[in-house]
């Protein structure tokens, strides 16, 4: 971490006001007839990634690759709903990709993750699952992880429709050689925190970008709703 500056964070955070998304400062993909986008000028401001009826669909909104744990601390917070909670994937949390083909940074099926990203960290709610919970997941060089998932699970924590819930993801790195520390916390619409703490294997020195996505289980419309995003990290002592 860099100690030769008052401004020790680097930071990027959004409440998506005005009309017209950042093109500089995110990267969006979406599948036929879907969108990623601020819709309009609104109180607060939201964007919104929309997905049509089409099983399999999928909306991906990310930062750039700006990121990385081997600085020091990397945090990300997003207040996020979805409006169709029974027939959905969702993904919130750090990836090396900023868009997938037409899929998630990982999967779940009964209760067993595959990798999709190479690497990835963050929370997970899949209704292929077995539970239909939240669940932190995360992917190294392609290898999910062997923390048994029960370990993982947010037990009795699950999305409700149209209702936000906050998401904070915090890395503390540990230095070279050893592990990243994972803090994952869920703020439910009654205010109550619910948090999950990991050594994770997650590459120090891998740039990612802050990734939240939907993949489309069923045949029906989706739209998942993002008020604000925040990232920060412990500022470089050097670049490149």
């Given amino acids: 971490m860099s100690i030769d500056s008052p401004k020790g964070m680097v930071r990027q955070f959004d409440d998506f006001l005005g009309d017209t998304l950042n093109g500089d400062l995110y990267v969006v ?3 036929t007839s879907g969108t990623v986008a601020v819709t309009d000028v609104e109180i607060d401001g939201t964007v919104q990634l929309d997905t049509d009826t089409t099983s399999g669909d999928v909306a991906f909104f990310a930062t750039n690759l700006n990121w990385r744990i081997q600085d020091g601390a990397l945090r990300m917070e997003a207040r996020v709903k979805t409006s169709v909670i029974t027939t959905i994937a969702l993904n919130i949390g750090f990836s090396d990709a900023t868009t997938e083909s037409s899929t998630i940074p990982t999967t779940n099926a009964s209760d067993v993750f595959t990798a999709v990203a190479t690497d990835w960290i963050g929370f997970s709610f899949d209704v292929n699952a ?3 919970v939240i669940t932190c997941a995360w992917t190294d060089d392609g290898a999910v992880s062997t923390e048994p998932i029960a370990n993982r699970q947010f037990t009795g ?3 409700v429709a149209d209702t936000y819930y ?3 993801l ?4 540990k230095g070279s050689g050893n592990t990243a520390y994972a803090t994952f916390s869920v703020i439910d619409n009654n205010g109550k925190m619910y948090t999950k703490e990991f050594a994770n294997t997650i590459d120090r020195d891998v740039p990612l970008c802050a990734v939240i996505a939907h ?3 069923g045949a029906a419309a989706h739209e998942t709703t993002i ?3 925040e990232v920060t990290k412990s500022r470089a002592t050097g670049i490149d």
């Avoid at 915090?170 to 790195?173: A, K, P, S």
Wanted: hydrophobic fraction near 25%; aromatic fraction near 10%; avoid cysteine.
């Fill in 157 to 159: 924590l699950a999305p």
């Fill in 170 to 173: 915090e890395l503390q790195d």
């Fill in 227 to 229: 008020d604000y995003l």
């Fill in 29 to 31: 993909t979406v599948d």
């Fill in 215 to 217: 993949d489309n289980t």
């Fill in 130 to 132: 077995s539970t239909d």
């Fill in 166 to 168: 906050t998401y904070i």
